[in-house]
Structure formats: C-alpha cells, structure tokens
C-alpha cells in the first residue's frame, strides 16, 4: 500500500506570494492533518480535515488555509508569503477521524526568499 | 491542555549503550501517547503508542516506553543503540480523538561509534 504522498518536495517563493500544497492520504484514509515543522517552534499542527470538513485548527493566521476533495486528497494554502513561513510542512493521514494512529508523508520544505 | 516536555534537546550514546529518552506530558484526563522518529529529509514515523493498555509499550526496531502516571512520563528506551537510530525523536501527547497531537520540541540523538 502507497504511503502519503506530498508535492511538490520543495519550493522556493518570494514573500507576498502565495502557495498550495498537496497531500494524498493512504488509499482508505479518510482524515488529513496537517502541521507545520520549524527550527524554532518544532512541530506546530495547522489543521485538520475530515470527509472534506474541518474537524479542527491550529493556531495560524487566516491567511494558512486547506480543504479536502472528494477522495480524500487536501490541499493548503497559504497567501501572502512572509519570511517566518519557511517551514517544513507535513501531512499526515489516519483512516478516520480521531484515531490519532497518523501516518506522516515526506512533507515539502517551503522556503520564501 | 495537554502539553509535552522533552528533557534533553540533544543526546549522544555511544553504539551499544542504553538509548533513554525523556518525555513527560501534562494533560487533565487520560492521555494517549504517542513517540515518532524522523529521518533526515523525511516524515515522521510512528515508533510506538500507548491507549490506556499496558502500561510498557513494546514498538519497532527495539524500542520500548512506559507509562507512569505518578510521575507523568512516557520514557523512550532502547537496550542497545545502533549507528542507525541517528535522528530525531518526537514525543506527542492528546487527551482524546477529538484534540490534535500536540508534539514535544524533539530530541535529536546521535551514536557514537
């Protein structure tokens, strides 16, 4: 069975910029979370998604956003760039909401310039 | 609020040394624990986890923690560290299915051959 998957691996912004990155839970898996990873702050959870609706948010600003489709898969956005959202961002799926047995993907370093 | 304290932000052993690794949490209910490992360049991988069974959990590659509410700790240990358990250790408490994961700072090892 294919893990989770995240693309892009890597990418590099501007600041004022905005992104979207992607994310495919384990075939199955229905709930996506996601998390932000910096030196300073470690392992920050941004938000959670379950049959396409948020069961639950972190602590970001308004301009960190995500969704989940139909199949599972989710995206999040972040607009207007800012240096301090360098960060590795991860995903991680389970097979249902609330089973905390996450499955953590690759993740993509952003980087903003 | 659950929170997490990881003693020890660096820890170095020598290859074949006992691996210990602290992490004590704070959460008004029962909480479920969890410890993952992350590799260079990659996710997080869940090493083992503890839901109100036994209290000695046994996980992957030979590590194993305890549960002991009366000193509300979760220690991470391995026998015998091997070259190969280079990286870094997070430790990641919820009170719940319905709370996010809340991590520790991380706990990066290094072994010393």
């Known amino acids: 069975k294919a893990g989770v998957t995240q693309t892009p691996r890597y990418l590099i912004k501007t600041r004022g910029q905005q992104v979207t990155l992607s994310c495919s839970p384990i075939s199955g898996h229905r709930s996506v979370s996601w998390y932000q990873q910096t030196p300073g702050q470690g392992l920050q959870f941004l938000f959670e998604y379950f049959s396409e609706t948020q069961r639950n948010k972190g602590n970001f600003p308004g301009r960190f956003s995500g969704r989940q489709f139909s199949n599972s898969r989710s995206e999040m956005n972040v607009s207007t760039l800012e240096l301090g959202d360098s960060a590795l961002y991860l995903c991680?799926?389970?097979?249902?909401?609330?089973?905390?047995?996450?499955?953590f993907g690759p993740g993509t370093r952003l980087t903003v310039l | 609020a659950q929170s997490v304290t990881q003693l020890g932000s660096h820890v170095s052993v020598s290859e074949g040394a006992l691996v210990l690794l602290r992490c004590n949490y704070s959460?008004?209910?029962?909480?479920?624990l969890f410890w993952y490992v992350q590799y260079p360049n990659q996710g997080l991988q869940l090493l083992l986890k503890y839901t109100s069974a036994a209290t000695l959990v046994k996980g992957i590659n030979g590590f194993e923690a305890e549960f002991k509410k009366s000193e509300t700790s979760f220690h991470l240990t391995k026998p015998s560290a091997h070259m190969s358990d280079a990286a870094e250790y997070f430790c990641a408490v919820t009170d719940s299915g319905n709370t996010p994961l809340v991590f520790g700072k991380g706990t990066r090892l290094s072994v010393i051959a």
């Open positions: 959460s008004s209910v029962p909480p479920y």
């Open positions: 991680a799926s389970s097979l249902i909401a609330g089973n905390n047995e996450q499955f």
